[in-house]
């Protein structure tokens, strides 16, 4: 059975033709004809979420994993607001989430009506594009509904892709329904070009290349795939470029010219040798990095020439040096330019950075192998243990800082909710993306991010392949290590910190993981923690598993900043 409703099916018809399968429900009435549609055709995977703020982030994860679009659906009012979170991290990272939302139609807007707000526009800062469709009275209504969705679905399955907003206006009755198969609606296909540099940006840009002795790469978050890997190798090898890729850029390079713990080396550079790590060509693409230290070293050892790569063209001048903007995938300038011969002899630089961090990386296992147990040692046992070709998502706060600061993590999918950096959601999120993949879906997570987003255990989809790792330090321990906002002197100061930057609190999770169904583990030392990752990662474990891991604040704080002040002490002499 489907809604008699023509628009809705006019939806459900063209999601189809453009292949997009995955719909996130959430339970509602404005919304009825849109479930009774999309759950009762039995074309699509249907499932249903309660909480909207995690059904976004969950959708999302769904999203990443399946490499398509995903469809949320929700009611009026405070419903469609709480999708505003995924909205925004989807928007942020380039995620084609279709966000669709149930209304009153506009003559009863703003009328002291139930359960209803202004939906217009409401995710306006955060989409890519958005329409509210007319109702469904007359054909010419049909028709501009058809162009609408068209028009919005094509931008979600673009080479630009990003989140849409339907707002649906729906009118009494809200659930009638006919036992009918959905119609066949004319589909407006979008088409997808190539762009190329044109023969004048090629020459331009090969004589950048050519004139620059220190080439730097900076790859930011991305989900990255072969083509861009062979694409960026054979660009480093001909050019001698030094790549810093985070673990979030999940490139997986082959050549000696990767840097994956940037924040390391930066850490150990002094004002006397800034010169031999400053580029004089700066190549960027994919979105944030964690590294705040290369942020803060390249705007102040800005490049003479920084190109930024963009499909869709975004001028991103987060160096404050940005000369020349591409529209295009990275992997094709890439493969345009690896086509050149460098006159110059490549290499230099790169050794720079490799001994650099060949260096560092000595006093970071020198230093984390007789550090007391802790976060930082606790997440590096964690990454050191999870199974090769699986999955790690880090959620933010100083969990995602140590896991960049890891050196010799191979062959995994690295993830996390970076392109707002918010703690609301990475639970749902990594619960969304395990529930349809085979691997071992491993995430860390702190304490506060964990129990503001616990609502991502409420639903039917944790995956036996769903392993959580919370590392429980009693607050918002990030805040110890940033603007030494913990030692600030007074006892005014340190009150202020314990209750409103670190909100300290004392809760476990051990009853939540069994009010959901989860094993639960946990570990508060070294020891301990080594043979619960025994038994988390046991070849035959089928059941998700939560691993409480317990540290304490002050050790963390103190493990964490120790390790850059020896850094600074070999090379800064600080
Ligand atoms: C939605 C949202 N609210 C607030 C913040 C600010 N914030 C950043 S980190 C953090 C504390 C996180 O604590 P926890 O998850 O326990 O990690 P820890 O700092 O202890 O590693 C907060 C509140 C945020 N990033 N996102
Ligand atoms: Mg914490």
């Given at each position: 059975m489907i809604s008699t409703k023509r628009h809705i099916q006019q939806l459900a018809s063209l999601l189809l033709s453009k292949n997009i399968f995955d719909i996130v429900l959430c339970p509602g009435s404005r919304n009825g004809p849109l479930i009774h549609t999309l759950a009762g055709c039995g074309q699509f995977d249907c499932r249903v979420i309660v909480d909207e703020r995690s059904a976004g982030y969950f959708a999302l994860g769904l999203s990443q994993a399946k490499q398509n679009p995903v469809v949320i659906v929700c009611s009026s009012g405070t419903a469609a607001v709480n999708f505003s979170p995924a909205v925004a991290e989807a928007f942020y990272q380039n995620i084609p989430l279709i966000v669709v939302t149930a209304d009153r139609p506009a003559y009863w807007i703003d009328q002291l009506e139930n359960q209803c707000i202004n939906q217009t526009n409401l995710y306006r800062n955060f989409v890519k594009h958005s329409c509210s469709l007319p109702l469904e009275a007359t054909d010419s209504q049909l028709w501009h509904a058809a162009r609408l969705i068209n028009d919005i679905l094509n931008t979600a399955v673009s080479d630009t892709p990003g989140p849409v907003h339907i707002n649906i206006p729906l009118e009494e009755p809200l659930h009638q329904t006919v036992d009918e198969p959905l119609p066949d609606i004319k589909v407006v296909e979008a088409t997808n070009t190539s762009i190329h540099l044109d023969e004048k940006a090629l020459a331009i840009v090969t004589e950048d290349i050519r004139k620059a002795d220190n080439i730097l790469v900076i790859a930011g978050q991305s989900p990255g795939n072969a083509e861009i890997d062979n694409a960026l190798t054979l660009f480093a090898q001909k050019t001698g470029a030094v790549v810093v890729a985070e673990y979030l850029a999940n490139l997986k390079l082959s050549?000696?010219?990767?840097?994956?713990?940037p924040e390391l080396v930066l850490g150990s550079i002094s004002h006397a040798d800034a010169a031999v790590f400053q580029p004089d060509l700066l190549i960027t693409f994919g979105r944030h990095l964690v590294s705040k230290r290369i942020r803060e070293f390249l705007r102040a050892h800005k490049p003479h020439t920084h190109i930024h790569l963009d499909a869709d063209g975004g001028h991103r001048d987060t160096y404050q040096a940005l000369t020349r903007v591409c529209a295009m995938p990275p992997k094709l300038f890439f493969e345009q330019l690896a086509e050149m011969q460098r006159p110059k002899s490549p290499g230099d630089y790169a050794k720079t950075w490799k001994h650099r961090e060949h260096d560092v990386l000595q006093i970071y296992q020198h230093y984390l192998y007789q550090a007391p147990f802790s976060d930082f040692t606790a997440c590096t046992r964690v990454l050191n243990a999870v199974p090769e070709h699986s999955v790690i998502h880090l959620g933010n706060s100083s969990t995602v800082r140590y896991a960049v600061l890891?050196?010799?993590?191979?062959?995994i999918t690295c993830l996390g909710n970076?392109?707002?950096?918010?703690?609301?959601?990475s639970l749902s999120t990594a619960v969304g993306y395990a529930s349809c993949h085979l691997q071992i879906n491993t995430l860390i997570i702190g304490d506060l991010s964990f129990f503001y987003d616990a609502n991502g255990l409420w639903n039917k989809y944790l995956g036996n392949n769903l392993r959580i790792v919370l590392l429980n330090n009693g607050g918002g321990n990030i805040f110890n290590f940033v603007e030494n906002l913990a030692d600030r002197p007074g006892d005014e100061n340190q009150a202020v910190f314990q209750n409103?930057?670190?909100?300290?609190h004392s809760a476990k999770a051990k009853g939540l993981a069994s009010a959901f169904g989860l094993a639960y583990l946990h570990a508060d030392s070294n020891s301990r923690l080594d043979k619960a990752l025994e038994e988390f990662y046991?070849?035959?474990?089928a059941v998700p598993t939560l691993l409480e891991v317990f540290t304490d604040a002050c050790t963390n704080t103190t493990v964490f900043k120790g390790l850059f002040s020896k850094i600074k002490r070999k090379y800064l002499n600080i």
């Open positions: 050549v000696d010219c990767c840097c994956a713990c890891t050196p010799g993590i191979k062959g970076r392109g707002t950096s918010g703690i609301d959601g409103y930057f670190f909100a300290g046991a070849p035959d474990r």
